[in-house]
């Protein structure tokens, strides 16, 4: 470490060692948890799981009624999505002071303006471009 360094952490009331701890020492938030392979291994079996039913759903027609498959479908993936944060990512609402949890509440507000907006988007473009009928091609001009 240099002189100049040394006095401005001397000036500042900081010795070299507490300086070198307090960077070190990043658990303000409580203990991080470190994965382990217990745990990689049981976000793994969720993830299967969570993928193995609603491909059985479509594959085997289990529900006569495609509205209600692609909400059930629609359930699972939302909870693949908390697995997978949790279990892979290690994202908590304690985690490096909360900011995980803002920055996942951003994801998903842009991620439901976006599927909202093209659903809409396809939807109208959908039904107002519809092939015409003979009918109308006689008339056209």
Do not use: C, R
Not at 2 to 9: D, F, P, V
Not at 57 to 71: E, F, I, Q, Y
Not at 110 to 121: D, E
Request: glycine share 6%; aromatic share 8%.
């Amino acid at each position: 470490m240099s002189t100049a360094h040394t006095n401005t952490a001397a000036a500042h009331g900081h010795d070299a060692q507490h300086e070198h701890h307090a960077h070190d020492d990043h658990h303000d938030d409580g203990p991080v948890s470190h994965s382990t392979f217990k745990g990689y291994m049981t976000g793994f079996v969720l993830a299967v799981i969570l993928t193995a039913i609603p491909f059985w759903l479509v594959m085997g027609k289990v529900l006569a009624n495609t509205h209600t498959t692609s909400l059930i479908i629609l359930g699972f993936a939302a909870v693949q999505i908390v697995v997978h944060m949790i279990y892979f990512l290690h994202m908590d609402a304690k985690s490096e002071s909360g900011w995980n949890m803002l920055a996942l509440i951003f994801t998903i507000v842009l991620v439901v303006i976006t599927l909202a907006g093209s659903l809409w988007v396809m939807y109208h473009m959908n039904a107002n471009m519809m092939p015409m009928s003979v009918h109308d091609m006689k008339n056209m001009p």
